[in-house]
């Protein structure tokens, strides 16, 4: 009985064999000339991290890459595929596994090692992309090739630290304010007793020109003023919707009050009424965006950044911050903002959960901007050093976390209790401190 099996196993298997080989005349094998590469992604990508702790030890940290966050962009005019942001400097790309989607037969080689093209196993093969990789698509005809030049790029600077230079120029400012930039000029709010001024100025170098203060034409909260097409807006003391082309004259806008004037994108002013979030595309017409979680809206003065995605200009991711005493964290907003109403998102909340625990401590007055690719965010109270910290977020307002080594404040205004505010003009962080003192940030 045993020697049967022994000799109807192998004798099976051959016969298997002998009918995988015969081809059906139903079966077809289709040969084209076409060869090009229409997809290109890569897995998750493993490195080792090193930083300093705040009390300047050195720390390793094992961190991965989601391949998903990172992006591609096939250049078919020029044969060019190259990453769409720049990969942090620590990033080890020696061992990445690319997945190629597209139409022929794939090899590879390292870019300058004159090696021979191997044959890529799509999504299983480790390649080194430190100097660059070529990649070579042959048709099934054999009769035509095309070669890909593939680049991770990475960031140059090992470690990019903010550096804070003292502005000269003489600003009459004291007390509570609000800055914002427009048209690469500073804009200083003032509430100034209750008589509000603004002030315009004009940085060059370590220098800002500023103008003297005007005075506005009439009263508005300076807290609420916000820049959306090409105008300042504000709301009056009675809450109407008020705007102004220069920041000195004011004029009702369509007669709308609300109780809170809350930022802009490039599509949308945003404000809410006491129930209900609105939004305008003109600044004199307001539509209901929605009337979900308002008790976790952020009081006045709200900071707001508006960015196009890297992958798609036509949308933007909307970010907003501001102090709620009613909750345990300062709450942040996000949204996906469009110019047509088909593609335009709800707002969101960003709860903070045992799941999502990293959110910003509960300040009594908070700031927040957008530089490079990251959000930063600096406080006072929430049981911190006032202006202690900067807190970042490389997530959109997710997450936030210190990064010390690159990212801290103004050593001067740390611990001091005299109103702050900070914007983004012409690639530099500034921060305004009542007295007249300004700072700028750049990396």
């Known amino acids: 009985m045993n020697r049967f099996f022994s000799l109807y196993l192998p004798l099976t298997a051959f016969a298997l064999f002998l009918f995988s080989c015969i081809k059906?005349?139903?079966?077809?094998?289709?040969?084209?000339?076409?060869?090009?590469?229409?997809?290109?992604?890569?897995?998750?990508?493993?490195?080792?991290?090193?930083?300093?702790?705040?009390?300047?030890?050195?720390?390793?940290?094992?961190?991965?890459?989601?391949?998903?966050?990172?992006?591609?962009?096939?250049?078919?005019?020029?044969?060019?595929?190259?990453?769409?942001?720049?990969?942090?400097?620590?990033?080890?790309?020696?061992?990445?596994?690319?997945?190629?989607?597209?139409?022929?037969?794939?090899?590879?080689?390292?870019?300058?090692?004159?090696?021979?093209?191997?044959?890529?196993?799509?999504?299983?093969?480790?390649?080194?992309?430190?100097?660059?990789?070529?990649?070579?698509?042959?048709?099934?005809?054999?009769?035509?090739?095309?070669?890909?030049?593939?680049?991770?790029?990475?960031?140059?600077?090992?470690?990019?630290?903010?550096?804070?230079?003292p502005m000269g120029g003489n600003l009459e400012l004291t007390g509570a304010h609000r800055t914002l930039s427009a048209a690469g000029k500073l804009y200083v709010f003032a509430e100034n007793d209750g008589n509000p001024t603004v002030t315009v100025g004009i940085a060059s170098g370590n220098n800002i020109s500023w103008t003297t203060p005007d005075p506005l034409s009439m009263p508005v909260n300076i807290q609420s003023v916000t820049c959306f097409d090409g105008r300042f807006f504000g709301l009056g003391n009675d809450g109407t919707v008020c705007s102004s082309s220069d920041g000195v004259s004011w004029a009702s806008a369509g007669g709308t009050k609300l109780e809170r004037l809350l930022m802009a994108d490039n599509f949308r002013l945003y404000g809410f009424d006491g129930t209900t979030l609105l939004s305008t595309s003109d600044g004199d017409t307001w539509e209901t965006e929605q009337a979900v979680d308002m008790e976790s809206l952020p009081q006045m003065p709200v900071s707001g950044v508006s960015y196009a995605m890297n992958t798609n200009e036509r949308l933007e991711n909307v970010v907003m911050t501001g102090v709620n005493p009613m909750l345990s964290t300062t709450p942040v907003w996000f949204k996906v903002s469009a110019q047509s109403a088909d593609s335009d998102q709800d707002w969101h909340y960003i709860n903070i959960s045992d799941d999502n625990p990293f959110g910003l401590p509960p300040f009594s007055s908070v700031q927040m901007v957008r530089y490079g690719d990251v959000l930063l965010a600096a406080g006072a109270g929430g049981g911190e050093t006032a202006y202690s910290n900067l807190y970042v977020s490389a997530d959109n307002g997710i997450t936030w976390h210190l990064q010390p080594d690159s990212y801290f404040m103004v050593e001067s205004v740390m611990g001091s209790a005299l109103p702050l505010t900070m914007t983004v003009c012409s690639n530099a962080v500034y921060v305004v401190q009542s007295g007249g003192k300004v700072w700028k940030g750049v990396k």
């Open 24 to 165: 059906s005349e139903d079966d077809e094998v289709t040969v084209t000339s076409t060869c090009v590469i229409t997809g290109f992604s890569v897995g998750d990508i493993k490195s080792n991290y090193t930083t300093k702790t705040v009390s300047g030890r050195d720390t390793t940290f094992s961190r991965t890459v989601s391949g998903k966050s990172i992006f591609f962009n096939i250049d078919q005019v020029n044969n060019k595929i190259t990453t769409v942001d720049s990969l942090a400097n620590w990033v080890n790309i020696s061992r990445v596994v690319p997945t190629v989607i597209g139409i022929g037969t794939v090899a590879y080689r390292e870019k300058g090692s004159g090696n021979d093209f191997y044959y890529l196993r799509s999504g299983s093969d480790s390649i080194n992309f430190t100097n660059g990789v070529e990649l070579r698509v042959s048709s099934s005809d054999g009769k035509y090739t095309r070669l890909y030049d593939v680049t991770i790029k990475k960031s140059q600077y090992e470690i990019e630290r903010i550096s804070w230079h």
